[in-house]
């Protein structure tokens, strides 16, 4: 079983920056899929980062180029470090993990492609 919790979330400014951490625990090791999703109020939830065991990065189009998914397999942590945050990035954040089979190697964004999914950390931006 993987344990997962979020940290780092809050309240910023439009054009600021947060880093967000996943620590992570349990029966997991560094090939595992590692990604983070958010979610708005009224919206699907979406992954917008990912990474794998051998440290090839996904990135949806919403935050390419602004947002860094990074893991330390020494520390069991997974990190998104978020830059130029805009009031769109509002949203409830969340880790999953997921051993590296064939649909999550595939469709690292797919939310039925993780097993294992941390409670969430809220990060608000505003003027």
């Known amino acids: 079983q993987v344990q997962l919790q979020e940290s780092g979330g809050g309240s910023v400014q439009i054009g600021g920056s947060l880093r967000l951490s996943c620590a992570t625990s349990?029966?997991?090791?560094?090939?595992?899929?590692m990604a983070w999703f958010r979610q708005a109020p009224g919206k699907e939830r979406r992954g917008i980062a990912a990474?794998?065991?051998?440290?090839?990065?996904f990135y949806d189009n919403a935050v390419k180029g602004r947002f860094t998914v990074s893991r330390d397999d020494a520390k069991n942590t997974l990190y998104l470090q978020m830059n130029n945050l805009a009031p769109e990035d509002t949203a409830m954040y969340y880790c999953?993990?997921?051993?590296?089979?064939?649909?999550?190697?595939?469709?690292?964004?797919?939310?039925?492609?993780?097993?294992?999914w941390g409670q969430g950390t809220q990060v608000t931006v505003s003027s």
């Open positions: 999953a993990a997921e051993p590296p089979h064939q649909q999550v190697q595939h469709f690292p964004f797919m939310v039925a492609a993780y097993n294992s």
């Open positions: 349990g029966n997991i090791d560094s090939t595992y899929y």
């Open positions: 990474i794998g065991g051998a440290g090839k990065t």
